[in-house]
């Protein structure tokens, strides 16, 4: 890790203690047993080391720990609130990631990392100099010499799953999207919609302008704003 490297906590030291959170007041014995149920062959001191992040962190056992702690709790537990962290998740010595963008892949959508997704690293340093290369070579080609590439960089790290889906739909890479909303309002298609919508807005209410903004955000690639 760099000086300027933010720590990142071992995967399954996030698992383990995301574990111990949602095990509640059960005891380390009852979480064995709906575990047993779920066809892992664990113990109390598996538990222990679970919660103590000594577990390997593969699918079949984050799917089965997911369950068994739903079925000890009774409340509903999901992949992702197994990762929730505050800050950067090291899934590999080379892959250090944000928790919220594990739980978007946990939840389906594309492994592809926003700017800010990832800890800063030497690796990192080609990736966001290609990223540059593009956003300037798509303000470049729809004529928007005007925005501003600092201001690009920002919106598409503040960028979440509604713009991830809006490129995904346009069959367009996010920094399209993010160049043309610094082009048409200074800000992300979300930011957008919430100033649009105002206090109060329901979900048809949010839907209908995040379709009405796609719309724009379409018209300013084909050239149309």
């Not at 598996?46 to 720990?65: K, N």
């Not at 997911?66 to 992949?79: G, K, S």
């Amino acid at each position: 890790m760099t000086e300027s490297e933010p720590l990142a906590v071992p995967l399954a030291e996030v698992v383990g203690l995301n574990a111990r959170r949602l095990r509640g007041d059960s005891t380390a014995d009852e979480l064995a047993k709906a575990a047993r149920r779920q066809g892992l062959n664990w113990g109390t001191g598996r538990i222990s080391d679970l919660e103590h992040g000594r577990v390997s962190p593969t699918l079949s056992t984050l799917v089965a720990l997911a369950y068994a702690l739903h079925t000890l709790r009774d409340q509903p537990v999901t992949l992702g609130d197994l990762v929730e962290h505050d800050g950067f998740i090291e899934v590999t010595d080379k892959l250090k990631v944000k928790s919220a963008a594990l739980q978007r892949f946990m939840n389906g959508e594309d492994v592809a990392f926003n700017v800010g997704d990832m800890a800063n690293s030497a690796e990192m340093l080609d990736i966001v100099k290609a990223g540059l290369a593009q956003m300037t070579e798509w303000a470049k080609k729809l004529h928007y010499l005007d925005v501003d590439i600092d201001t690009v960089v920002e919106l598409e790290r503040q960028a979440g799953e509604t713009e991830a889906r809006i490129a995904k739909a346009l069959g367009v890479p996010p920094s399209a999207v993010a160049v043309a909303s610094a082009h048409l309002w200074g800000r992300t298609l979300s930011a957008e919609r919430d100033r649009r919508a105002g206090k109060g807005a329901n979900a048809q209410d949010r839907g209908r302008i995040t379709r009405q903004l796609k719309a724009e955000i379409q018209a300013a690639l084909n050239g149309n704003d």
